[in-house]
């Protein structure tokens, strides 16, 4: 009887876990559905697409306004 408990507290602790690691590894920008504006050290211009360095205001092929 001890046993099978242990085993559904153990199974219990693994779904709470797993829970918990599923939620905090989910990506947090929910603000922008649309194209990935931004990538590691890049950002992606909005309207034509190119990878601008992160620190460019405006992109580089079509002097669009960046965010960030
Ligand atoms: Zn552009």
Do not use: E, K, V
């Given at each position: 009887m001890d046993s099978l408990l242990l085993l559904g507290l153990a199974i219990g602790l693994l779904v709470i876990v797993v829970w918990a690691l599923s939620i905090a590894g989910?990506?947090?920008?929910?603000?922008?559905?649309?194209?990935?504006?931004?990538t590691e050290g890049m950002t992606i211009c909005p309207r034509c697409g190119m990878g601008n360095l992160?620190?460019?205001?405006?992109?580089?092929?079509?002097g669009n306004a960046l965010k960030g």
């Open positions: 989910r990506p947090r920008d929910d603000a922008d559905t649309g194209l990935a504006t931004s992160w620190t460019s205001r405006l992109c580089s092929a079509c």
